[in-house]
């Protein structure tokens, strides 16, 4: 295994989110070879090369937009014209800097996986439990006092609390979990007791807001089942609910930085990090390298 594949590995055991670059096609002169791969972090700063500067600033941005939205994508960044019709699932970008090579770059952000918390004690909770973990998802039980499993400080977006008290201190259970960040909330219920808990939280002060939340009966409804059916619809929900964009970590991605574009090639350049800049009319010109600000000098100067 790679350093940058063990690195990864890494990463995602410890549930910190990244993206994975890897070129997977290339047309010389592009100095990324193929397989290279690079680890892109939130900040912006990387490990690894899947390219030189032509392409740098373009794996970076398109990155942050991996992480943004969770979703993987295939970068084109080439000067070939033959190359800009537009193909499906494929980012192009054209390189307008002296470089005539070509490089597909492979985009796959890494997110924390959903983890589902269930509360209770029952066939089902064990049931639901296991099933996450069969999925490749995380997931925890807890059968006790609601405050101290569902807290803040324990649960966020890519939570799913699933309270299947039955009965047994569900309003607790409910308002808890609604007082979090959980990207879902279900209470597993008839529908008449459902509405007797929402009915019991209204009572006592819980916003109308947070209580639209809850889902509640929990899962598909599949009619009168068994708990460990029950279970199986419940987590049916969940991946519908992760399919669609939701059950994703809140990924803090820093400020983009302040860029320019280089006149003479039309290359991307970070402000803060520039080395060749110039005045023109009283305005700062930034320049991806040595030449280009001597071929600006030149155009100016005469």
């Known amino acids: 295994m790679s350093r940058i594949l063990e690195e990864a590995a890494q990463l995602s055991r410890a549930g910190q989110p990244f993206v994975l670059a890897t070129v997977v096609w290339r047309r010389a002169p592009s100095s990324g070879r193929l397989g290279s791969k690079a680890i892109v972090f939130p900040d912006g700063s990387f490990h690894g090369w899947v390219g030189g500067a032509c392409s740098l600033p373009t794996l970076l941005h398109q990155a942050r937009e991996a992480l943004s939205d969770g979703q993987p994508r295939l970068v084109l ?7 800009t019709t ?3 699932g494929v980012v192009h970008v054209p390189m307008t800097c002296a470089s005539e090579g070509t490089v597909e770059i492979y985009l796959e952000p890494q997110t924390p996986l959903p983890h589902v918390l269930v509360v209770g004690s029952s ?10 973990l069969d999925i490749g998802w995380t997931s925890t039980t807890f059968d006790g006092d609601p405050a101290l499993g569902v807290s803040p400080e324990s649960v966020d977006s890519r939570t799913a609390v699933v309270v299947a008290t039955q009965g047994h201190d569900d309003e607790n259970a409910v308002r808890a979990a609604l007082a979090t960040r959980a990207g879902y909330v279900g209470l597993v219920a008839s529908r008449k007791r459902a509405e ?15 209580l639209d939340r809850l889902r509640s009966p929990a899962g598909l409804d599949l009619g009168s089942i068994e708990h ?28 983009a930085p302040v860029t320019a574009v280089d006149p003479i090639c039309g290359m991307t350049v970070d402000v803060a990090t520039a080395r060749f800049t110039s005045e023109s009319n009283g305005e700062a010109v930034y320049f991806c390298s040595a030449g ?3 071929a600006f000098q030149s ?3 005469v």
């Open 299 to 301: 155009s100016t100067s």
């Open 196 to 210: 007797s808990v929402a009915a019991a939280l209204l009572a006592t002060g819980v916003d109308q807001l947070e």
């Open 123 to 132: 066939p089902l909770v064990t049931t639901l439990a296991q099933l996450a």
């Open 292 to 294: 280009c600000q001597r």
């Open 228 to 255: 460990e059916h029950i279970a199986v619809a419940v987590l049916a929900e969940l991946v519908a609910l992760h399919a669609s964009g939701g059950l994703r970590a809140e990924v803090l991605l820093t400020p």
């Open 86 to 88: 537009a193909q499906e």
């Open 77 to 83: 960044v080439s000067s070939d014209h033959e190359h």
